[in-house]
């Protein structure tokens, strides 16, 4: 039988000619990643191991992002301890200056190619689908392991086709589509899988809401997932590396074997809203009409990129967040934020009352600038809204995209965001 495309990332890797979902396999890793709050463990295991020095210094991505900047002086020793690492093991790739968030930075950086196998202390490192590569989340050991052997053992997944049919309706983007998902599958559903994402609606995506979409693949219990490679994807990989990147291109076979097909017609889908708590209690937004809100929160790893401010700023341009709301926005990274003053987003953010953050994952994992207190709602664009997920545990967190966030933060309350932009009368 054929293969998929995450058999054929990981038999490539592991210098098999196929394998086959089940299988172990001893595979090399193209990029490591670490990050401030993982990075000290894994330094810790690493030297208990014995190893003196990583077996490839150019493969590690060490990223101070989670405490950036630091809120307080433990936070501040796990960066130095990072930059320590950095010196001692000669790893070039070191962003602990609030350069930005992991899972953006490195494809920002030039660091993620198409068919690339990527390991990272961060649960959402699965990200990397957008691009047409595999990326997982492991422990601190595995990775520290990995730094010193150059390999790691996986079992290969098996996978989920997932297939968007229809055309993208107004205000629907990366993140109602994984939702929509997620309300299907259940947040066990995709457990040790690897989600394959195509279809019409898929292709329409910018690499932006690709991975809005593929981040939240974990929230499904999956290992991993692929955006499989199209026109959008090839003039990406060939602007961001050269024809080159594109070598390494893989699909999957027309025989591959999947587990099971999710079919999903997006052609009436309406913006969806994950209620809390869980990120696949889902509804349509306007069943939610009427909600009061405390905080708006648009960033994350994955939902702080330019797409996402050019949509909150297309909804507060011109207008005025709520009394009593606090909006924060928080671009991934340094770059998106500078591309954003260019343009005029953050005049029209910081006009419209929002408050414009550093590049950090800060509120969004309860750390630090925006956590939220008790009782308190927020509509936010990132990835989880367990209880106590953003500060006190009787908090509560309605995720959705940029466009119903924005929306929201102007009305006070949770919206469509057509009833804001386009001045509709609210429905009672």
């Excluded at 595979?27 to 191991?49: Q, V, W, Y």
């Excluded at 693949?217 to 590396?241: I, Y």
């Excluded at 630090?368 to 207190?373: A, K």
């Excluded at 936010?380 to 995209?401: P, Q």
Aim: aromatic share 4%.
């Amino acid at each position: 039988m054929g293969m998929t495309a995450a058999e054929k990332i990981f038999a490539a890797h592991a210098g098999l000619a196929a394998v086959s979902a089940g299988e172990i396999v001893v595979a090399k890793p193209d990029r490591m990643m670490l990050h401030d709050i993982t990075g000290e463990l894994a330094f810790a295991i690493f030297r208990s191991m014995g190893a003196t020095e990583v077996c490839d210094p150019d493969k590690v991505v060490l990223v101070g992002d989670h405490y950036s900047p630091p809120p307080h002086p433990e936070a501040a020793a796990l960066l130095a301890k990072m930059e320590r690492f950095a010196r001692d093991m000669e790893v070039q790739h070191v962003f602990t200056t609030g350069q930005g968030i992991e899972h953006t930075l490195l494809p920002e950086r030039g660091l993620l190619k198409p068919g690339n196998l990527v390991i990272g202390t961060d649960s959402h490192t699965c990200t990397a689908g957008a691009f047409s590569a595999l990326g997982t989340g492991m422990g601190s050991s595995d990775v520290a392991a990995a730094m010193a052997l150059g390999e790691m053992w996986f079992m290969v997944p098996e996978t989920i086709r997932a297939t968007y049919v229809g055309r993208r309706p107004a205000w629907i983007t990366g993140k109602d589509l994984i939702l929509a998902l997620l309300a299907r599958i259940t947040v066990d559903g995709a457990t040790y899988k690897c989600v394959e994402f195509d279809g019409e609606a898929i292709a329409s995506l910018n690499m932006d809401e690709r991975m809005a979409l593929c981040n939240m693949t974990v929230e499904g219990g999956a290992k991993t997932c692929f955006v499989a490679p199209d026109d959008t994807l090839r003039a990406w990989a060939v602007g961001k590396h050269g024809e080159g990147a594109l070598d390494h291109l893989v699909e999957s076979d027309a025989n591959a074997i999947y587990s099971q097909h999710q079919v999903i017609d997006v052609s009436e889908l309406e913006p969806q809203c994950a209620v809390p708590f869980s990120p696949d209690n889902v509804v349509p937004v306007g069943e939610l009409r009427g909600t009061r809100v405390n905080q708006v929160y648009i960033g994350n790893c994955s939902n702080g990129t330019m797409t996402d401010l050019r949509q909150a700023a297309s909804v507060l341009r011109g207008r005025k967040v709520a009394p009593g709301v606090r909006c924060i926005v928080v671009p991934a990274t340094q770059r998106i934020a500078a591309q954003a003053a260019r343009e005029g987003i953050m005049e029209t953010l910081l006009e419209a009352g929002a408050i414009v953050g550093p590049s950090t994952c800060g509120a969004c994992a309860g750390l630090h600038m925006g956590v939220m207190s008790n009782d308190e709602v927020a509509v936010a664009t990132t990835n989880r809204n367990y209880r106590g997920r953003m500060g006190a545990f009787s908090s509560r967190i309605h995720l959705a995209n940029a466009w119903v966030a924005a929306a929201s933060a102007v009305a006070g309350e949770i919206v469509h965001p057509g009833e804001v932009v386009t001045g509709e009368a609210m429905a009672a």
